[in-house]
């Protein structure tokens, strides 16, 4: 089995991902404080419980690691550029990358950006990676950031990494409000579709060291366009927020 580090490991998407890939690949797991994650997601994987945000925390969490799937950092889109925004949306990944250069077996960085590097787009417009980048708040910069980030590393270091504009991440179609409007449904995106997404950033080859790909699922009408996962990743997603909540 390959040796997969998970950043940000305690979170909503890094429970849900090593669920998923604990029976397939050696993990770590890596965050600031593992008091409330499960202690069965626990067994068998190496709990690196550090400040990512520290350059000498990563030694440790990178030995022997192939992928990284990097989800650490501050999500709240509201979140203050100095107290909130710095440390961790720009030394951290940094940080990864810096270390990532000198690491003798990593093969491939996986990252999550986010729909806010390119929601400041009108709502009726399908937004593609190719289009130049609107964000809508701090965070959303911070994305945009992460992403220049990792194809500076790419093309300029050899650091071959995938990024993921992650769209409205849902664990369960009953956290999928029935109310939703349009906009809600075409930003949503499922759990088993970010899971099947992974599996596929993981095993594809790489035209070029460098790609970023839009992560939604197959809603009817997608904010985001998903045609370059499906072309270059083999990116099948099964789910639409339209047909479950019966708004064709």
Known sequence: MSKLLITGATGEIGTNLTKHLKATHDLVL???DFSEFP?????????????????DKWDEALEGVEYVIQLAGNPDPEADFYDDLV????????????????????KRIIF?????????????????????????????VSKAYLEALGSYYA????????????????????ELDPNSDFSG??????????????DCCLKAE?????????????????????????????????????????KL
């Open 39 to 55: 202690e069965e997601l626990k067994e068998g994987a190496k709990i690196v419980e550090a400040d990512l945000s520290k350059l």
């Open 112 to 140: 999550a950006s986010s729909i806010h590097a390119s929601d400041a787009y009108p709502k009726n417009v399908q937004v593609k990676t190719t289009d130049q980048i609107r964000p809508d708040d701090l965070y959303g």
């Open 87 to 106: 440390d961790l949306n720009y030394v951290l990944p940094q940080n990864l990358f810096k270390k990532a250069a000198d690491s003798p077996t990593l």
């Open 155 to 174: 093309f300029k270091k050899g650091i071959e990494s995938i990024g993921i504009r992650i769209g409205d991440y849902t664990s369960s179609w009953d």
């Open 30 to 32: 890596a965050d600031i």
């Open 206 to 246: 790489l035209e070029e060291p460098f790609l970023l790909v839009n992560g939604i699922s197959n809603n009817s009408f997608p904010r985001l366009d998903i045609d370059s996962a499906r072309v270059k990743l083999g990116y099948e997603p099964k789910d639409n927020a339209f047909e479950k909540l019966n």
């Open 185 to 198: 449904m075409a930003m949503y995106f499922s759990e088993r579709d970010m899971n099947h997404l992974i």
